[in-house]
Every structure is written in structure tokens, then in C-alpha cells.
């Protein structure tokens, strides 16, 4: 006869030795490890969704029941449905909850305990799924020694256990053995017990963290909202919202401090929504909280919520008469659309907002006109010289403060390095880069120091990596999630500039894996040109295939990115025809961004290239005229180089006797202002035109050089091409 028995932990307390004795075995059953439970959950719903199987092993917990159950809870949901004899997920599983088949049994296991212990569950179930013991003595009616006792009782029970790892911020803390344990815990409370704790909790924490909790003011507000959903209609509500509002308030401004942008633009934006369930006036009002929330999400690089949030506040005011300050708000919404690149709608909002506040200028009319200038700007407005400087003259009267003075100072930089000035342009960045130094901002700073690096990237790449580092630098610090996404791209910029490609690939893994900037499609499209400059032509249209928003963009910078990356991935694959056409579509923002732009620089040379191997001399010299018509100083040295060399293989084509010499002054000119990869191409064509003229010598050493750079950058086209070029091929030709 084989018996088995199923306990819980307790039976060894109430019968010691059960287990023990000859011919009896006891096992402890641990939770199943996750690739068990995967397997479990995909036996039941094969197919499942790794977002979706995750979510209900995560649930379970390791307990096979408890994955069971809520399949079982899915399935009466109609959210799991029988098909062709398997069960199939058909919709989203949202926020899974406990299924009510577990509710009862979990619940008559909290009914199974001591009442002063039952109690320290309640409490324990509001505080969360981890606390301190300090925690659970502070807000329980119970003494110290009753408190401890019912934790070790709760731990023999496995009701608790303790976090033992040594790295976690939360060794020594309890928790909860499930998750379901202490939400049906926290169920069974009564709204007005619900109430209560939270309260006491929220007291207990002011009390306990230094500066009236503000270290854990987030926390603090949750406690206060979950008191006001447990009983929303009772005389004291005014007064916890209130309070909730107060913390909320303080909770989004150490995280702005503390860069932590997306969370303090949430926890204004809750402050927000409830500022204007308040009948009384709040002191920030909702209108001014939306606009924090506004402001917060921009540098969080959020722009749906952050012109939602804008949207808000200019509701707000309109409703409350405040036309100027809606106005102000509708401005925001510019901004937001214009980060997002929906110019023509920003355009439209920052026009429609300026008719109110430019009659009667203040510091809100030069905030409007910095962001009208941006647009302007960035897209080759014949206005963007009067504007900036309409803008900049007006602050300077007003006196604005020393934070909208640099932003006016940068974009007026920018501007002129987009006309070419490049000179002025980075005086403007540096005395801007000045006022930010003086003021210890370094957010501005990071701002103007990613911009002054675009701007030097033209002349000197070697200064611009060392600035658009110490802009990483500053905006990692601060948490500015957009100007660190462009920084970094500035960065990447300028090491593919330089020939550093490996680092260029460490920049951009750290941003994704460390800054968490995965998401970011214009970092994206970097990683695909640097998979499509390194011969990885499937994995760059893999990177490319995901650019939806790029793709619907307005941004004439991003447009020619775009264009160039698919460009270089087309020419790894072999199709010179296709990376001629995308080449000349990047060339079609050339009057947006000037043939200085970063992408001008690589997309010129990318076509001249393509046409070399289409054979095409008509085209070549077309694209010649074009850039040689481009006026002095709005042609970077790396583009008159790459024209040079150009021109070399047109002479050698047709056997001109001095395009060998034109070849040479042209890659002397290539090794001083442009990139290793467009030497290396450099020395390559120059090695083709030495075997031609029977002198393999020379063309060897060309080769041997070309390679070694292809080493370095570990680009294989390059590499391939130099082998077809080797010694032993040319040798075998002669």
C-alpha cells in the first residue's frame, strides 16, 4: 500500500515526527522553476505569447495550481477559447486578478490563523508585498514583542518570508510567499479598515523618513489616494486629497531633481487630476500642474503625454477665463508636436498662441518665439534669421532669466551653423555653455554642448566626440531623456567620423542597455548604419524595418538619416542602383539642412561611389556641378575631398595623364579631412588605376593599406573589395 499525503508546514508543529520513522519519506515541494511553469502554461494554451505566458507565470508564482486557475479564470472570461481541440488566446489578459477559485481557499487559510495574527496580516497586506519589520511595528495597534512573534509565526506558516539576497536593497525585509496571498488579504478587508491603515501608514512614513518623508513622498501619496478610492464620500475626503495632492506635488519635484523626468511628469499629472476634483483653489493650480507634467514629459522625450498633459492645462484655463495663460499652454502643445515631428500642426498652435501674447510681450511671448524659431529652424524657413533674432533681442530687453537667455543664445548658434557660419555659430554655443557653467545647470549645459559638437563635427571630429561625451555625461546626470538620445547620436556621429566603430557600438549598446533608450528609433537607425557600414546588410533592413515613426516623421534631419542608412544597407547588399537612389534622396534635404549636415557628408559620397560603379560618368559629373555650385564655407572639407577625388576617376577614366597625381593630391586631402572608411575607398580606387598602368607594387602597398583599415573597422565590404584587388589576384591578371 503506498499512501501520500499532502500538508502544509503547521502539521510539523501540531505533529512532530509525522513524517519521520521507518518505511516514510518527507519531500519538500518548492516552486517549479520558470521553465517548468512555461511549459506548463504552453501544455495548456499552446502558442501563447511570451508577454502573455510570462504575465501568468509571474502570477503563479511557481505553483502549478495557481497557473491552472487562472487559465481556467481566462477561459471563463472568454479571453482563452477552445479551437480545432486546443485552447487559444484571443485577447489581451490585462491585469490578471485572483481567480475566485483560489480566493476561498487562500482566504481560509488566512481565517486558519491566530486573530492577532490575522491582524498583522491585514497590515502587512496594506504596506505592500515587502516591508521592514519597522514598518508593521509602527502602524500596528500591537506591541513590539506581540509584532515579532506574529512574524515568525507567519513565517513558519509561509505566509512571509524573508529577502536573503545580498545584493537586494531589501535583504532582511518580508514579503509575501504570493502575491494572491496578499491581495486576497487586503480584499477581505472593509473599505473603512482599508481606510484606515492607509492613513496610518501614510503617518507612520512621514514620520519615519527624514524632511516629512519626502525620500518616499510617491509612496506616501499612494497610501493617501488608496484611502480616498476605499471611501470616496466621506467628510474628511477635502482634506486627505489635499494632502495627497501636497505629496504628489513633492514627490514630482525631488524626482525632477533627481532626473527622474517620466516619473515626475506622472506624479504632476496625478496631482493635476486631482487638483481639479477640488472645489477649492489649489495653490499650484491644475492648470499650472498639467504644464509641470507638460514641461516634465518633453526632457522624459514622452511627447503623446506631453501634449496631452499641454492639452490639458490650455482646457483648463480657457474654462476659467485665463486666455493668456491658455495661450501660454497652446504654445507647449507647439513644442510638443514639433519634438515629435509634426511641424505643420506645431506651426499651426505656437502662430495661433503668439497672436494673444505678442501684443503685450512677457517672458511667455519669448518662450513661443524660441519654439516658433526652432521650427523654423529646422526646416529652412527663409524666417528662422529674423526670428531667432527677433527672439533673442526681445529676451535680452525683457531680461529673461540666465535658462531661457541660453536657449535662445543656442538656437540663434544653431541657425547659423546651418547657414554656415560655423564660426559664429559656435560663439553663441559657448557663451550660452557659459551662462549654463555659471549656473551649475547641467541639463542646459548637456543641451548646448550636444549642439556645439554637431557644430564642430564639420572641422574637428576629435573635439566634437570629447564635447558630445561631456554632453552624455551631463544628460545622463540629469536624466534629460531626449537631449541624451541626441547627444549619444552626436557622440555615435563623431566616432564613425574618426574611425572608431567598435567604440561607436559601445556608446550605442550603453545607451540601449544602461540608459534604457532602446525605444528610441533615431538611436535605432544608428544601429542600423552601423551594421549596414559593417557589411551586416540583413541585420541593418532588420533595424530599418521597425522605423514606422522615422518613416512618418516631418524632420527633415531624421528624412535624410533615414534615406542615408538605407542607402549604405543597399550598397552592402551590392545594389549600387538602389543606394544611388536613396543616396540622392538624403541630397534632397540639402537645402533644409546645408551640405555641412552629417548626413550630407556621408550621402554625397555614398552616390558619387554608386555611380562609379554604375559606370555612369554622365551622372558623376552632375553631381560635381552640384556641389561645386554650393557657395564657399557651405561645403565641408570631407565633401570638397571626396569632389577631388571624384574628378581624379573621371581623368582616369579617360586616360588622362594626370589623374594619378590628381588621386594622390586627392587622398592626401581624404587622410586630413575625412573618415579612415573613405580613405581606405580612396586608396583603393587609386590602387585600381596602379594596376591598370602595370605598376602592382605600388598597387599591393595601396592595398595592404586599405585592408588594414578595413581591419580595424571591421568592415567587410571594404575587405572584400581589397581581396578582389590582392596581389595574388592582380597577379594572376598579369
Known amino acids: 500500500m503506498f499512501v501520500l499525503v499532502f500538508a502544509r508546514p503547521e502539521l510539523i508543529q501540531a505533529r512532530p515526527g509525522f513524517g519521520a520513522g521507518r518505511s516514510r519519506t518527507m519531500l519538500t515541494l518548492d516552486p517549479l522553476d520558470p521553465a517548468s511553469m512555461d511549459a506548463l502554461v504552453d501544455a495548456l494554451v499552446p502558442g501563447m505569447a511570451t508577454a502573455a505566458r510570462a504575465a501568468v507565470t509571474s502570477h503563479a508564482q511557481g505553483l502549478p495550481l495557481f497557473a491552472v486557475e487562472t487559465i481556467r479564470a481566462l477561459i471563463d472570461r472568454d479571453i482563452v477559447q477552445p479551437s480545432e481541440g486546443v485552447y487559444r488566446l484571443v485577447g489581451d489578459i490585462g491585469q490578471l486578478q485572483v481567480p475566485g477559485s483560489l480566493r476561498a481557499l487562500l482566504a481560509a487559510r ?12 491585514a497590515d502587512a497586506a496594506v504596506l505592500g508585498t515587502t516591508f521592514p519589520a519597522e514598518a508593521l511595528i509602527g502602524v500596528s495597534v500591537l506591541d513590539e514583542p506581540t509584532v515579532r512573534a506574529g512574524l515568525a509565526e507567519l513565517l513558519r506558516r509561509e505566509v512571509l518570508a524573508v529577502s536573503a539576497d545580498p545584493l537586494s536593497p531589501e535583504r532582511g525585509s518580508y514579503r509575501f510567499t504570493q502575491d494572491m496571498l496578499q491581495q486576497v488579504a487586503y480584499d477581505i478587508l472593509s473599505r473603512r479598515d482599508r481606510k484606515a491603515r492607509h492613513l496610518a501608514v501614510a503617518d507612520h512614513l512621514r514620520s519615519a523618513f527624514p524632511e516629512d ?6 509612496v506616501i501619496a499612494r497610501h493617501y489616494l488608496d484611502a480616498l478610492e476605499a471611501v470616496p464620500d466621506d467628510p474628511d475626503t477635502g482634506q486627505i486629497r489635499g494632502q495627497a495632492i501636497a505629496t504628489l506635488i513633492k514627490a514630482a519635484e525631488r524626482a525632477d531633481r533627481t532626473g527622474a523626468a517620466t516619473r515626475a511628469g506622472s506624479a504632476y499629472a496625478a496631482a493635476a487630476r486631482h487638483s481639479e476634483q477640488e472645489a477649492t483653489v489649489q495653490e499650484p493650480d491644475a492648470g499650472e500642474l498639467w504644464e509641470l507634467a507638460a514641461r516634465a514629459d518633453i526632457r522624459a522625450a514622452n511627447y503623446d503625454a506631453s501634449a496631452g498633459h499641454a492639452g490639458h492645462a490650455h482646457s483648463f484655463y480657457l474654462r476659467h477665463g485665463r486666455a493668456r495663460d491658455a495661450a501660454r499652454a497652446q504654445s507647449r502643445i507647439g513644442n510638443a508636436l514639433q519634438a515629435q515631428g509634426r511641424h505643420t500642426e506645431a506651426r499651426e498652435q505656437i502662430v495661433a498662441a503668439l497672436e494673444i501674447l505678442q501684443p503685450e510681450p512677457d517672458t511667455d511671448t519669448v518662450r513661443a518665439l524660441l519654439w516658433l524659431a526652432d521650427l523654423e529652424v529646422f526646416q529652412d524657413s527663409p524666417e528662422a534669421d529674423r526670428i531667432t533674432t527677433e527672439a533673442l533681442v526681445l529676451g535680452q530687453g525683457l531680461g529673461v532669466d540666465a535658462n531661457l537667455l541660453l536657449d535662445l543664445l543656442t538656437i540663434r548658434g544653431i541657425y547659423l551653423g546651418a547657414v554656415g557660419r560655423r564660426t559664429e555659430s559656435a560663439a553663441y554655443l559657448r557663451e550660452a555653455a557659459l551662462l549654463a557653467e555659471q549656473r551649475g545647470d547641467n541639463m542646459a549645459l548637456g543641451g548646448v554642448l550636444l549642439n556645439l559638437a554637431d557644430n564642430l563635427s564639420v572641422s574637428d571630429p576629435a573635439a566634437s566626440a570629447e564635447i558630445a561625451q561631456a554632453a552624455v555625461e551631463h544628460l545622463r546626470r540629469t536624466g534629460h531623456r531626449e537631449g541624451l538620445i541626441f547627444a549619444t547620436a552626436n557622440l555615435i556621429a563623431a566616432l564613425l ?10 556608446v550605442l549598446t550603453k545607451a540601449v542597455d544602461y540608459d534604457g533608450l532602446g525605444d528610441s528609433e533615431f538611436l535605432a537607425c544608428y544601429r542600423a548604419w552601423l551594421d549596414a557600414l559593417s557589411g551586416e546588410a540583413d541585420a541593418a533592413q532588420a533595424a530599418l524595418a521597425g522605423l514606422e515613426e522615422m518613416r512618418a516623421n516631418e524632420n527633415a534631419q531624421e528624412k535624410a538619416e533615414l534615406a542615408v542608412v538605407e542607402g549604405l544597407a543597399a ?5 549600387p542602383g538602389n543606394a544611388l537612389t536613396h543616396a540622392r534622396r538624403a541630397l ?15 550621402a554625397w559620397p555614398l552616390a558619387i561611389r554608386a555611380i562609379k560603379d554604375l559606370g555612369d560618368t554622365a551622372t558623376a559629373e552632375e553631381l560635381i556641378a552640384e556641389l561645386s555650385a554650393v557657395p564657399p564655407g557651405h561645403v565641408a572639407p570631407m565633401l570638397r575631398a571626396e569632389r577631388d577625388l571624384a574628378r581624379a576617376r573621371l581623368a582616369d577614366r579617360a586616360d588622362d595623364p594626370a589623374a594619378g597625381a590628381a588621386l594622390l593630391a586627392a587622398i592626401a586631402s581624404l587622410r586630413e579631412h575625412s573618415t579612415p572608411y573613405h580613405v581606405a575607398h580612396g586608396l583603393l580606387d587609386h590602387a585600381e588605376h596602379l594596376e591598370r598602368h602595370g605598376d602592382s607594387t605600388a598597387a599591393a602597398l595601396a592595398v595592404g593599406e586599405a585592408r588594414d583599415i578595413a581591419q580595424k573597422l571591421r568592415c567587410q565590404p571594404l575587405l572584400d573589395r581589397a581581396d578582389a584587388l590582392s596581389p595574388a589576384r592582380t597577379g594572376a591578371g598579369t
Open 110 to 121: 488566512l481565517d486558519a490563523l491566530d486573530p492577532q495574527v490575522r491582524q498583522l496580516v
Open 213 to 218: 518623508g519626502e525620500e518616499v513622498a510617491d
Open 497 to 506: 567620423l574618426l574611425g572608431h566603430w567598435d567604440a561607436a557600438d559601445g
Open 571 to 575: 550598397a552592402a547588399q551590392g545594389q
Open 588 to 602: 534632397n534635404y540639402a537645402d533644409v539642412l546645408g551640405m555641412n549636415a552629417e548626413t550630407m557628408r556621408w
